[in-house]
């Protein structure tokens, strides 16, 4: 057996950890269910191996994930590249003090600058710089390559029917994590 840096094992291809830990728990346990095993494990081995490369690749570029995803969702906002810290969180998916710590280390930087929106409010608008919009042009493109070098072994066609199985798959887990489960 063969182990990766972070000591997740491998018995070589074509065996499957997951079905090796769904067995070992079904013998151990019988009756407990195990069928999410083979598809929840390899999904968080996938994330792993996917935020560690990308990760990496971002180490090398001198970006940090963090100010790669706020600068990627003010390019793909379009012209003028602007937001509010409110909209900001929204489409992060992260806390108004994340975002107001990620506009800051930003705004250092001089990649983004911020202002008050001027409409009565208290509203607070991050724009991309013009550094900032060379940074993520440069970044962007690097990134999903590399990304798609990684799931280059796919055909056209199963990548298209994983990313609908997959986003299938998000939306109910995501109606149903929100719930408590009745069996605990």
Do not use: C, N
């Amino acid at each position: 057996m063969t182990s990766t840096a972070d000591g997740y094992p491998f018995d070589g291809p074509g065996t499957s950890p997951a079905a090796e830990i769904a067995r070992a728990w079904q013998r151990e346990r019988p009756g407990t269910p195990t069928d999410s095993i083979e598809i929840v494990t390899p999904l968080w081995r996938l994330a792993k191996l996917f935020a560690d490369d990308r990760r990496r690749l971002l180490a090398d570029l001198g970006v940090d994930p963090a100010t790669l995803d706020l600068l990627s969702v003010l390019r793909r906002a379009g012209s003028p590249y602007e937001l509010s810290t409110r909209e900001l969180s929204r489409r992060t998916l992260v806390t108004a003090g994340a975002i107001s710590q990620r506009v800051a280390r930003a705004e250092d930087a001089g990649l983004v600058t911020r202002r008050t929106a001027g409409d009565g409010t208290r509203a607070v608008l991050v724009t991309l710089t013009d550094t900032g919009h060379d940074l993520i042009e440069r970044t962007v493109d690097q990134v999903l390559s590399r990304e798609s070098e990684l799931v280059a072994s796919l055909s056209p066609a199963h990548r298209g029917q994983l990313a609908g199985q997959l986003q299938e798959l998000l939306d109910q887990v995501g109606r149903l994590a929100r719930k408590p489960s009745l069996d605990v």
